[in-house]
């Protein structure tokens, strides 16, 4: 199995930062694609950003400018910087890796348990 252990979420007032990380563990398998995803009470579940192993990145529209999804493969951890934050952001954010079994070759998704952002004076 693998794991996903976030970090770094809390309480910050408007235009401020957080920087997020999130540790993948699992050695029977090969992390592939990252990303960050976010939730607010009574919504969906939405896109924030992704990165694959090579490291091309994917952003929300709200979110291009503001924040900045990373990866460190040798450490198998995520990280995303946000800037200039809004209130509406306030959101529990998840990360999430796609992984590959090393010997089967089947790919599951795997999810954190969330990070609890938010923004407010």
């Known amino acids: 199995q693998v794991q996903l252990v976030e970090s770094g979420g809390g309480l910050v007032q408007p235009g401020g930062s957080l920087r997020l990380s999130c540790a993948s563990s699992?050695?029977?398998?090969?992390?592939?694609?990252m990303g960050w995803y976010r939730q607010a009470p009574g919504k969906q579940r939405e896109l924030v950003a992704t990165?694959?192993?090579?490291?091309?990145?994917n952003y929300a529209d709200s979110m291009k400018g503001r924040f900045t999804i990373s990866r460190d493969n040798a450490k198998n951890t995520v990280y995303l910087q946000m800037n200039s934050l809004k209130p509406e952001d306030t959101a529990v954010y998840y990360c999430?890796?796609?992984?590959?079994?090393?010997?089967?070759?089947?790919?599951?998704?795997?999810w954190g348990q969330g990070t609890q952002v938010t923004v407010s004076s």
């Open positions: 999430n890796a796609d992984a590959q079994r090393i010997y089967s070759g089947n790919v599951y998704r795997y």
């Open positions: 699992g050695s029977i398998f090969s992390i592939n694609a």
């Open positions: 990165i694959t192993k090579g490291g091309s990145t």
